[in-house]
């Protein structure tokens, strides 16, 4: 690929301080941008990477949206996480060398590849890169616990309630609106990630709307008693 598009992907891109380490000198930032060995499309459906595969790159999602995924014993289908423009995926690959989860695009997907290989070499170098991989690591396993906490000790509506404030936080750090989303995940995808079945989604989500927190159509939704939902969340957050 031709270094100066490589440039223009990274120096000016929308995404660049969410993805990127802050405050690099220029000759850093030029290193840097070497990494990204490629760009690739995902159409809406398909895999970015499947279990079992072997783990070569990092993926820093430039437009899109992604879950993860793991097939459970029994044959179900687990959603571990829900992935969107900004993040960097492909994390679960580094302990045994092979991805241990599927990334799926849930819509047409462009990220930028990074083989890992070159993210080490560099990061002996360039000091910011090192901390920054650190942190992309413990905001994982930050999740993690997050999830943890969802699945062992919330009722139906503060599920829902903590995952709606998440997803609207994290849209809102990409320049998106504080209250209106569209839900790029189905309300099933949604159960299968809190741990509840498609019917408790759908009867929190009428719940919600019936007392004026949230309007919903089909996809779109409106927070419009931000409020309403943290208090949902905060009235299950006792010290531990």
């Known amino acids: 690929m031709n270094p100066l598009s490589i440039k223009v992907a990274c120096s000016n891109c929308n995404l ?6 802050m405050g690099l000198k220029a000759d850093e930032l030029d290193k840097i941008e070497e990494i990204v060995a490629i760009r690739r499309k995902v159409k809406r459906g398909a895999r970015l990477y499947s279990n079992g595969e072997k783990f ?16 459970t014993e029994d044959g179900r289908n687990q959603v571990t996480g829900f992935q969107m423009a900004g993040e960097i995926i492909g994390l679960d ?18 990220v930028c590849v990074m083989p890992f290989e070159r993210i080490e070499e560099l990061s002996r ?53 504080q209250s209106e989303l569209l839900l790029r995940m189905t309300r099933e995808e949604i159960g299968s990630y809190l741990g509840l079945k498609l ?16 309007e919903v159509k089909q996809r779109h939704v409106r927070i419009i008693d931000t409020e309403a939902l943290k208090l949902i969340v905060n009235h299950n957050q006792q010290p531990c």
């Open 93 to 110: 690959g580094i302990v045994k060398e092979h991805h241990t989860c599927d990334a799926v695009a849930l819509e047409d997907a462009e």
């Open 199 to 214: 019917e408790t989604v759908s009867r929190t989500f009428s719940k919600f709307v019936e007392e004026g927190i949230v």
């Open 56 to 71: 070569t790159s990092l993926f820093a999602i430039r437009t899109g949206f992604f879950k993860t995924c793991i097939t």
């Open 16 to 21: 660049r301080e969410l993805c990127m380490p």
């Open 125 to 177: 170098e360039v000091a910011a890169l090192q901390r920054h991989v650190h942190k992309i690591m413990s905001r994982e396993i930050v999740r993690e616990h997050g999830v943890m906490l969802l699945l062992g000790s919330m009722r139906a509506e503060e599920r829902l309630a903590a995952f709606l404030l998440n997803l609207v936080q994290r849209l809102h750090a990409r320049g998106f609106s």
